[in-house]
């Protein structure tokens, strides 16, 4: 059988103060996480040819297996990173580079058609490749779950066209429970019969699970002291959530993985170890 196929961005994360380049993006944060525990997939994404190596040399130490066409013309995406005195990350000038073309070549539509699972980070081009693929009927024999991130660009309109084409939707929610979006997520997850996660960071993780009888469940998160940065936990959580629901899709059991992916990730000064980008 043909491995999961992960789909998203990688980008190069600038830290301003420190004038230091590290290969990031949500994506390749993913592929990190998956390779250590041992999970095999096959990454789909793009970076540009101005700083290729700085992605291929990461894939090769960490054993990601990318498919040939990763390496476009032009800039990669980057995004300026700056922690601030609490620990909190802030980020700003968003370059697309060769994401704000991107579309999947036929080969590596081919690989999407065939996987059992795909996992898409929903940036503004991805999501229109899902689109695009689902219109088509490409995605019909495939298990699709998705990553809203803080759905920042997103109406509970749109949400619900996309959810239309994926079985199951992770949101990192930064905002009150109560607030009128999450309502409508909640509508929408249970009037299509879909697998929702909110993750409210240490607030909690709510399970919104329309796939037979609606089911609400909210899990309490044990707040930790915040040693390195909280940048990467959205990543770790996803990672690990997924790993572990694949198995057997025990989404208590996800979710407990996910909480615990998402805490390791707290005593990390960026969203990876040190490790990560040295060894």
Known sequence: MSPPVLLGPASVDRYVAQG???PGGGALNMAYHWSRLGLPFHFLTRVGDDHAELFLSFMRRHGIEHSASVVA????????????????PFMDHFVEGVWSDFRLTVDEEALVRNAP???????????????????????????VSGDFLSFRHYTVERF???????????????????????AGVREVAFELGKLVVVTLGSRGV?????RGEPD???????????????????????????????????????????????AAATAWLRPLPDDAYTS
């Open 206 to 210: 709510l399970v919104l699970d329309g």
């Open 117 to 143: 699972r795909l996992h898409v980070v929903l940036v503004e081009a991805v999501a229109a490749e899902v689109h695009r693929l689902g219109d088509a009927g490409a995605l019909a024999d495939v298990s």
């Open 216 to 262: 609400e469940r909210f899990v309490a998160v044990q707040a930790l002291p915040v040693l390195g940065t909280t940048v990467g936990c959205g990543d770790a959580f996803v990672a690990a959530f997924l790993a572990r629901w694949w198995r057997d899709g025990d989404v208590t059991a996800a979710v407990e993985s996910g909480k615990a992916g998402g």
């Open 160 to 182: 619900a066209a996309t959810m239309a084409f994926l079985d199951v939707g992770i949101i990192g929610w930064p905002g009150a429970l109560d607030d009128p979006v999450v």
């Open 20 to 22: 230091v380049e590290l």
């Open 73 to 88: 013309h032009g800039p990669s995406a980057s995004i300026d990173i700056v922690i601030e005195d609490d620990r909190q």
